[in-house]
C-alpha cells in the first residue's frame, strides 16, 4: 500500500480526496499543524510514500526547507524496490511506469 501524508490546515481539502485513498485501503495521515518540527516529526514516524499538499509549501517554507523534506522522505524509501511500492489487488495496480516518474520534487 501507498502511505499518504496530507498537510492541509482547511477540512475542505482533508476530507474528500484523504477519504477516497482509505476508501482503497492505503495508510493516510492528515498533518493539520504546519510547524517544521510537526512535519519532520510526521515523516520521520509515519514515513510516508507520497506527500501531498494544498500549495502552502512555498508561499509559508522556504525552497531549502521543502528541499529537506523531500530527502527525508526519500531517505526512508531509498533501499524500497519499485516492487514493494506497487499497490496490489487489480484495478488498484500501480504500474511500475508511474511509480518510477513520481518525482516528490513536483508535489
Not at 18 to 26: A, D, H, I, V, W
Request: charged share 30%; aromatic share 8%; net charge positive.
Amino acid at each position: 500500500m501507498i502511505r499518504l501524508l496530507f498537510f492541509s490546515q482547511s477540512s475542505k481539502y482533508t476530507l474528500g480526496l484523504p477519504q477516497g485513498f482509505r476508501e482503497l485501503n492505503c495508510p493516510v495521515f492528515v498533518l493539520r499543524d504546519l510547524s517544521r518540527s510537526s512535519i519532520k516529526e510526521a515523516i520521520d514516524h509515519f514515513r510516508p510514500d507520497l506527500m501531498i499538499t494544498t500549495g502552502w509549501a512555498y508561499r509559508r517554507h522556504k525552497r531549502e526547507h521543502v528541499d529537506e523534506l523531500v530527502k527525508r522522505v526519500a531517505k526512508y524509501k531509498e533501499n524500497m524496490s519499485i516492487e514493494q511500492l506497487k499497490i496490489q489487488d487489480g484495478p488498484k495496480r500501480v504500474p511500475s511506469s508511474v511509480l518510477k516518474s513520481i518525482n516528490l520534487m513536483q508535489l
